[in-house]
Structure formats: structure tokens, C-alpha cells
């Protein structure tokens, strides 16, 4: 049975850093996308970070780029979400997402198979 499980949410003040992680199971993780999403209340999903697990290659959105970074974790069924510098408009419901992929990984949504419950982060003073 696939799964895919967030966690490392929270709520931090602005400039503060957390870090996501995104554990997966069922998966023969080697020829997959994985990427994170948000979702802030409002608003439509949008695509913050993705990996491709075999090449390594990896993508970002302009609103991120800089502060967030996607790496593989010490465990292979794991991707972590490194976030740097947050700001009040990173607050949102962030979701991972696999998909099996060769290419270079895409942060569209509707590419996705598989999903995570969500982790919640807030960004506040």
C-alpha cells in the first residue's frame, strides 16, 4: 500500500526556519518525483520544491528559491524540506507528492499520483 506521510510542521515567527520531512512507503523509491506543495486557506495549490530521486535533479519556484531546500533524507524513503528566512506569506497547508518520473520533475499538481495528509506551517509575529 502506498503512503505518504508529512511532518515537521509548525508555527514560527518570520526569518525563523523549519524543516519538513515527507516519509514514504510502498514505494521502490529510485525512478519517482517527489515535491512539495502548498496550499495557503483561499488560495489554489501551488508548487514549491520537487527531486528527481535518480538524477538528483531538483526545481524550485521563484517564491522560494534561495530560502527552501529539497534534499533526500538519511533514510531513502524520506525527502526533507529545508526552510530558511520564512516569511508571513509562506503560511499554508504543505503537502508532498510522488509521482513515478524519469524527466526532469515538474511542479505542476495535476502530474502527481500520490499525496500526503498535509503539514501545517504558520508564519507569525
Known amino acids: 500500500q502506498l503512503q505518504v506521510v508529512e511532518s515537521g510542521g509548525g508555527l514560527v515567527q518570520p526569518g525563523a526556519s523549519l524543516r519538513l520531512s515527507c516519509t514514504t512507503s510502498g514505494f521502490n523509491l529510485i525512478y519517482y518525483w517527489i515535491a512539495w506543495f502548498r496550499q495557503a486557506p483561499g488560495k489554489e495549490r501551488e508548487g514549491v520544491s520537487c527531486?528527481?530521486?535518480?538524477?538528483?535533479?531538483?526545481n524550485y519556484s521563484d517564491s522560494v528559491k534561495g530560502r527552501f531546500t529539497i534534499s533526500r533524507g538519511n533514510f531513502k524513503n524520506t525527502v526533507m524540506l529545508q526552510m530558511n528566512g520564512l516569511k508571513p506569506e509562506d503560511t499554508a497547508l504543505y503537502y508532498c507528492?510522488?509521482?513515478?518520473?524519469?524527466?526532469?520533475?515538474?511542479?505542476?499538481?495535476?502530474?502527481?499520483?500520490?499525496w500526503g495528509q498535509g503539514t501545517q506551517v504558520t508564519v507569525s509575529s
Open positions: 527531486i528527481t530521486l535518480d538524477s538528483g535533479t531538483t
Open positions: 507528492a510522488v509521482k513515478f518520473g524519469f524527466r526532469p520533475c515538474a511542479l505542476d499538481p495535476y502530474e502527481y499520483d500520490s
